[in-house]
């Protein structure tokens, strides 16, 4: 036995530090990560079996029946320079772990003073087919594991029976903690490889994704043929180049790292990337290279590994929980005639149809709704045919409406990202490329640019499903927002300014939306909607630096916003964006203030809708107006004057020309009316002279047609003439199923108004074929009265449960007690009607008797059922 | 060593921190705090619900300084943050033992 030798430590000692300097300098040299780990590998071997002949047994080939053997990262000759080692000291039965464990305890302390960070496992050969649900770890070392000196009987027992016995009786398992263990680690890092300071081992797209594809390869390889596959045949061939070029860019980079923190120190930190660029540590090749540039090779090798073992994750039927498959099962059910799905992915039945160039749009549009991935072979498909695309590439308003569809789709962020992956979505909207991996330096961001704003988009739609207190206040908002897609496109394209050179990347980012918005050839307000919303995107958090109880900071802030809808969106981007900075950033402290911000500037905007038109419109909107309608003169004064500035702020320039040109017709009829159909509703436009009951009849005729109005707006000048806006949804599909029934509709409400039809029979009539239904939530009615906020009016906010014929009956209420309604504000949320009105009696603010007299008859009339 | 520690407005931030700046104060903990002295919240009606704001946002900043620095960060602070109107905030300081610099061991005001 050659234990009581002196051990030759100073000489190890000397020759480590020696061959590491070795290393370390040939790695500098060449950058050849891969070369790196090998001569570790070999270094730390050869130590360790001179360690064996001097501890252990002087014969490399014994003692009988006790082996050593490299696992995890030495097993596969994957030492980085500051990595662990894993050995395993196999025995055959528990005599010999008694017998050989003072000359393990000696040559693992020879590795510790070494300085090695070694980690040893000491396993009887029986134990080692056990599967331990709580030591996945152990399993999966094993299948790296390699023979290094003792009984090679034992090892070729424990690597060609026990290992594929194990593998092959527990590779469910394996798998299932496999595939826990690696979600876990994707949760730890936000599940996206483009972390602006990422982990080159354990982030999403590190080497520990390489090695879980290695792994659950091997498995299926082993599960299959009950034995060991044959080496280098893991991996399909097409895999196997563009995997290692990625698997070498990252060993290298892996190493640059260990060597410059000169400890296993895996975080790519801006300091580091900035050397890593210099040095060009991955790409010796290349020519110099900026930080941004070297991050972007980087991210698309870490793309490629996080995909590919992704998609092999995912595609491994023990690595789905039942739950999983059966969700899986029932998706495999959306499978229509141009897609199937198994598993959640998605193949074209015909994947020759991709010549047509809609199928790619198609197929995404198909991925969004219903939160499925592409399949490896579609992915293929699509990037094949894209250099045909480029040729002549989608564009106008189809493209715009594609967009649209993807946008508002609940996985718009997934389909997104899948068609930034393939390369789709910068043929699409080259200028999108700008940011693409984009490493923009500040301290507080976690992402790079795209993800952030991919990020951003996801925020939006996880409020419809979040349970939080926050989440919920701000999914109220989205629900109300008349164009959300506008507002997903802003937040598309809000940061993409900051791939250029412009002190502020707002500028950038305008200028992008503009060439996009052309080529998507959307409508003028729209477009002016996306200026507004990227334009200012900032301002809400700016002013959340202000008093923001201050009433000078919320009129500013009021001023800029300029409508209610524009407010909303804008609180919504701000959300979104803040929280889509980092995990943390949106705090509850900074939650709270948007929210304070928000509900005071709505409030604002609410108590000072009824400051009217007077000679005092904005000179560059008179302007814009008589550009595009210069016959008009004197008459667009005459129209404007007395009009609600609100009614300026709310209506597009087309649309105060076409009521102008509605009041000019009442001499004609004095009933003009216009049925639109936006995406979500039906408008309905009034125009006619005031007169009692006007408003409670327009709304009860729509009540009596069973539409279901959701918003409104009433708005009158001073010569009495009026325009109304109703929004409705149709219940019964009458218009949507019926063309012909849109002029009967209309030709309905004219005679209502114009008292050729008796309203209350066909109120009667509707209310007769209604079933009375208990509502989902119970709303308590609240009456608030303001008669401070407005110099001319008095306001009444009715929040109440929303029902069939309920502005009839609020409206009607009014006209009863001898109000006029002067503006309405209605608005519902859910099966909440939140209704806002100005009221005046013969021109003036109500005194407090009839405050109280209509109060009284507001709450009995909404008391009845 | 003083540890100075104040609660500003919101919007004086900026302000705080350029006049500290300027008198040679480098470094600071910025914290985003809730609460009220005199100054009481008030309560927004929107749709119908009742938001009180009981507890206003404020921002509390903590600097741990050497002697000679306190009087003219208090005066830098003052000046910066007053209005003069009810919620302009407090200033709190209190004696230090030590500090240390975590990664070289200094200690004392070498390491603040």
Request: hydrophobic share 40%; net charge negative; glycine share 6%.
């Amino acid at each position: 036995m050659q234990t009581q030798q002196p051990s030759s430590s100073t000489e190890l000692k000397e020759l480590y530090a020696a061959e590491s300097a070795r290393i370390q300098r040939d790695f500098e040299s060449s950058g050849d990560g891969h070369a790196a780990v090998f001569a570790r590998t070999a270094l730390v071997e050869s130590i360790a079996l001179r360690l064996w002949s001097e501890h252990v047994s002087p014969s490399m080939e014994g003692p009988s029946g006790f082996a050593l053997v490299a696992l995890g990262g030495f097993g596969r000759r994957w030492l980085f320079p500051f990595s662990d080692i894993d050995i395993l000291f196999l025995h055959a039965g528990q005599d010999g772990e008694r017998e050989f464990k003072p000359r393990i305890r000696a040559f693992s302390q020879e590795l510790w003073d070494l300085r090695l960070k070694l980690s040893p496992a000491t396993r009887v050969i029986s134990e080692c087919e056990r599967f331990d649900p709580n030591n996945v770890e152990f399993a999966i070392s094993l299948l790296d594991c390699r023979y290094l000196a003792g009984d090679p009987a034992i090892f070729t027992k424990l690597h060609d029976q026990v290992i594929p016995r194990l593998v092959t009786r527990e590779s469910r398992q394996i798998v299932q903690r496999l595939t826990d263990l690696c979600r876990a680690r994707y949760n730890k890092f936000g599940n996206t490889v483009f972390h602006l300071e990422p982990n080159l081992k354990d982030g999403p797209g590190g080497l520990r994704d390489y090695n879980l594809a290695c792994w659950l390869a091997l498995i299926a390889a082993m599960e299959e043929g009950g034995t060991w596959p044959e080496e280098g045949s893991l991996l399909p061939p097409s895999l196997r180049k563009p995997f290692g070029e990625s698997l070498d860019f990252l060993m290298s980079a892996r190493c640059f790292l260990h060597f410059r923190h000169q400890r296993d120190d895996n975080t790519l930190a801006w300091v580091a990337q900035d050397e890593a660029a210099a040095s060009r540590v991955g790409v010796p090749d290349s020519k110099a290279l900026s930080a941004s540039d070297w991050m972007r090779i980087y991210y698309k090798h870490a793309r490629l590994i996080h995909r590919i073992s992704t998609q092999l994750l995912e595609e491994f039927p023990a690595a789905r929980p039942s739950l999983y498959r059966q969700f899986q099962n029932l998706r495999s059910r959306l499978s229509n005639a141009e897609f199937s799905v198994v598993d959640g992915r998605v193949f074209l039945h015909r994947p020759e149809g991709l010549s047509d160039p809609q199928l790619p749009l198609r197929t995404f549009r198909f991925l969004a709704r219903h939160g499925l991935s592409l399949s490896s072979a579609t992915e293929h498909q699509i990037e094949e045919i894209l250099p045909s695309l480029a040729s002549d590439p989608p564009k106008g308003v189809e493209l715009w409406h594609y967009l649209q569809e993807i946008l508002l789709a609940p996985h718009a962020a997934s389909a997104l990202r899948a068609m930034h992956s393939v390369g789709l979505l910068t043929l699409i909207l080259p200028e999108f490329k700008g940011i693409d991996s984009l490493v923009v330096r500040d301290y507080s961001h976690r992402f790079t640019v795209d993800e952030h704003t991919f990020v951003a988009i996801e925020n939006i739609h996880a409020l419809r499903r979040s349970q939080a207190k926050w989440d919920q206040r701000y999914a109220e908002l989205l629900d109300e927002l008349e164009q959300p897609d506008l507002l997903y496109f802003s937040l598309l394209l809000h940061d993409t300014g900051k791939a250029m050179d412009y002190p502020s990347h707002v500028t950038g980012s305008l200028e992008v939306a503009e060439a996009c918005m052309a080529r998507l050839e959307m409508d003028e307000p729209d477009r002016e909607t996306v200026r507004f919303l990227i334009g200012k995107h900032m301002e809400l958090s700016a002013s959340l630096r202000r008093d923001i109880f201050d009433p000078e900071t919320i009129r500013l802030f009021a001023a800029k916003v300029e409508t209610p809808e524009r407010l909303k969106m804008l609180c919504l981007l701000t959300y979104a964006d803040i929280k889509a900075v980092n995990p943390e950033a949106l705090t509850p402290w900074k939650a709270e203030n948007i929210w304070q911000l928000y509900i005071g500037t709505a409030n604002f905007m609410m108590r000072t809708a009824d400051d009217r038109v007077h000679g005092d419109v904005d000179e560059e909107v008179m302007m814009h107006l008589r550009t595009l309608a210069p016959a008009a003169g004197p008459k667009l004064d005459s129209f404007l004057d007395g009009l609600p500035k609100r009614y300026l702020l709310t209506q597009t320039a087309s649309e105060v020309l076409s009521h102008m040109a509605m009041a000019s017709r009442l001499s004609d009829d004095p009933v003009q009316l216009e049925l639109t159909r936006g995406r979500q509703w039906y408008e309905l436009t009034l125009v006619t002279r005031d007169r009692p009951f006007l408003f409670s009849r327009m709304a009860g005729a729509l009540a009596s047609w069973g539409m279901n109005i959701v918003k409104a707006a009433a708005f009158s000048n001073s010569a009495g003439v009026v325009v109304d806006k109703f929004f409705f949804t149709d219940r019964f599909r009458t218009l949507e199923l019926n063309l012909p029934e849109w002029e009967r509709f209309k030709t309905s409400i004219h005679d209502v108004l114009t008292d050729k039809a008796d309203l209350n029979r066909m109120l009667n009539d509707r209310m007769r074929g209604q079933k009375k239904q208990a509502p989902k939530v119970k709303v308590d009615t609240q009456i608030e009265v303001d008669n401070e906020c407005s110099a001319q009016s008095t306001l009444f906010e009715v929040v109440t449960q929303d029902q069939l014929g309920l502005l009839y009956r609020i409206s009607s209420q009014f006209a009863r007690e001898n109000c006029s309604i002067e503006i309405a504000l209605i608005e519902t949320e859910g099966q909440t009607a939140i209704d806002v009105f100005y009221l005046t009696a013969a021109g003036q603010k109500l005194d407090p008797a009839r405050i109280e007299t209509l109060r009284t008859a507001l709450l009995a009339e909404l008391s009845t059922e | 060593m003083t540890k100075l520690e104040a609660v500003i407005q919101t919007s004086k931030l900026d302000a705080v921190k350029d006049a500290l700046h300027e008198i040679g104060v480098e470094g600071m903990t910025v914290l985003e705090a809730r609460g009220h002295g005199r100054q009481k919240g008030h309560t927004e009606y929107y749709r119908g619900r009742e938001y009180t704001v009981d507890l206003i946002p404020k921002i509390k900043i903590e600097l741990v300084l050497g002697d000679d620095l306190v009087e003219g960060a208090v005066q830098a602070i003052m000046n910066s943050a007053r209005t003069g109107k009810i919620g302009d905030g407090k200033i709190f300081l209190s004696r230090i033992d030590d500090a240390i610099r975590i990664r070289n061991d200094e200690r004392g005001d070498s390491a603040l």
